[in-house]
């Protein structure tokens, strides 16, 4: 998680603007309207969060918990607990804890440890680069071998036209929780880094997707760019081809 996010007032008026219906959403709607609610009536978000996690969560905690010059992952690795703002940004973190939490744990567990064998400097290195382009950016997709083909060429009247009725198979899971946070005003341009998985032997649940996430693997940088507007039946523009002749969103391999 970064530090630039705007904090924002408890109650969080921003939450309001959030469409649940929004099929990005899907994995976050039950929970997320239920944090929501409390925000409203002007709890913060970690009391929020908190209300509504399930044993196997950390705890959720004000942002003043974090001591000056703490690496965050590491303090969370260290205490169980995720320091959180009152901004959409740390709303959204919670809520992918919430639906995620055994991804979202090893994702820490990795960073704990590249932190604590490299220390924090300047530059994070791959793995730990990678770390956070999916936390923050990522989505997983489960889709048939035509439409992974394509998406990965950048082959995008073959992936969203000429193959669309594959789409009826797939399905996208938004996992970033800053991708999440730009989607409450969506964009052509919104893109997800969507993690190129080993073979997951099976349903591509929590607990698997958790198991993929190898430091071999992940120092890879192991994504695909898919501009997440372009998804049928998540944007209504996109039901017309000339959508996606748009070089600046839709751009070839170079």
């Not at 996010?5 to 039950?30: H, M, Q, T």
């Not at 082959?155 to 970033?176: C, E, I, N, S, Y």
């Not at 969506?186 to 591509?204: D, F, I, Q, S, Y």
Request: with cysteine.
């Amino acid at each position: 998680m970064d530090g630039g996010a705007r904090a924002l007032s408890p109650g969080l008026p921003a939450v309001a603007a959030i469409e649940w219906a929004a099929p990005w959403l899907a994995p976050y709607r039950d929970p997320g309207e239920a944090v929501a609610r409390t925000i409203a009536q002007g709890g913060t978000v970690a009391a929020a969060l908190q209300a509504a996690k399930p044993p196997a969560v950390p705890d959720f905690v004000t942002q003043d918990a974090l001591p000056e010059g703490q690496a965050y992952e590491a303090h969370i690795f260290r205490t169980r607990t995720v320091p959180t703002r009152d901004n959409l940004h740390d709303f959204f973190n919670g809520l992918v804890w919430l639906a995620f939490p055994e991804t979202k744990r090893r994702l820490n567990e990795l960073q704990a440890t590249e932190i604590a064998r490299a220390g924090v400097g300047a530059t994070r290195g791959p793995l730990r680069d990678a770390l956070t382009l999916f936390d923050e950016n990522g989505a997983v997709l489960d889709a048939p071998p035509a439409l992974w083909e394509a998406l990965v060429a950048r082959d995008w009247q073959a992936l969203f036209v000429t193959r669309r009725p594959l789409w009826a198979q797939a399905r996208l899971r938004v996992f970033g929780h800053a991708l999440l946070e730009k989607l409450v005003v969506p964009r052509k341009a919104a893109t997800a880094h969507v993690l190129l998985l080993p073979a997951a032997g099976g349903p591509l649940g929590d607990a698997a997707l958790a198991r993929c996430l190898t430091p071999e693997h992940m120092a890879r940088k192991p994504f695909a760019p898919l501009p997440v507007l372009g998804v049928p039946g998540w944007c209504g523009a996109n039901e017309t081809p000339d959508y996606y002749d748009d070089p600046k969103v839709f751009r070839p391999r170079s």
